[in-house]
């Protein structure tokens, strides 16, 4: 079963923290390079981090030293700890495949920064 769960998302103000987490069926995850994407208001979606297979991690400009990325090959799941969060960091986050594979998305989880 091709399954994406991400969970985790809220309202916190400027400078808070939340920490995502993606639950993938292994079909997906397993020996998969994952990623989080993001999909801000009126905004297309857009790259936020990947980690691979191996556990290297690469992030996008505007996250890096914030954002954390991490997965748990056992449990077929991963996260992304967020720190220090901005108002423009609001958006729907997404886990997939990186590549994005564009027949695997789950709902997403909002995330919004606001005081």
């Known amino acids: 079963q091709v399954q994406l769960v991400e969970s985790g998302g809220g309202l916190v103000q400027p400078g808070g923290s939340l920490r995502l987490s993606c639950a993938a069926s292994e079909m997906i995850f397993s020996n998969n390079h994952m990623a989080w994407y993001r999909q801000g208001p009126g905004k297309e979606r857009e790259w936020v981090a990947t980690?691979?297979?191996?556990?290297?991690?690469t992030y996008a400009n505007s996250v890096k030293g914030r954002f954390t990325i991490a997965r748990d090959n056992a449990k077929n799941s991963m996260s992304l700890q967020m720190n220090s969060l901005k108002p423009e960091d609001t958006a729907v986050y997404y886990c997939?495949?990186?590549?994005?594979?564009?027949?695997?998305w789950g709902r997403g989880t909002q995330v919004t920064v606001s005081s």
């Open positions: 980690i691979f297979s191996g556990g290297s991690t």
């Open positions: 997939n495949q990186f590549p994005l594979r564009s027949d695997y």
